[in-house]
């Protein structure tokens, strides 16, 4: 393989492992948001929750 194709493979696998780091970058971070959008709503529960055994 010529240097000039070698150099062309390397800058190609390049950007497909960048998209794919990007992706799962993209996939962590929903999977976060969500995390904490339950957590959030569990917090909401628990303090209503508090707030109507002590009535």
Do not use: C
């Amino acid at each position: 393989m010529g240097p000039e194709l070698q150099y062309q493979v390397m800058i190609s696998r390049a950007t497909d492992l960048q998209e794919e780091a990007a992706d799962h970058r993209l996939a962590r971070q929903a999977q976060a948001g969500r995390k904490a959008q339950q957590r959030s709503g569990q917090r909401r529960l628990r303090a209503a929750f508090g707030k109507l055994r002590l009535s």
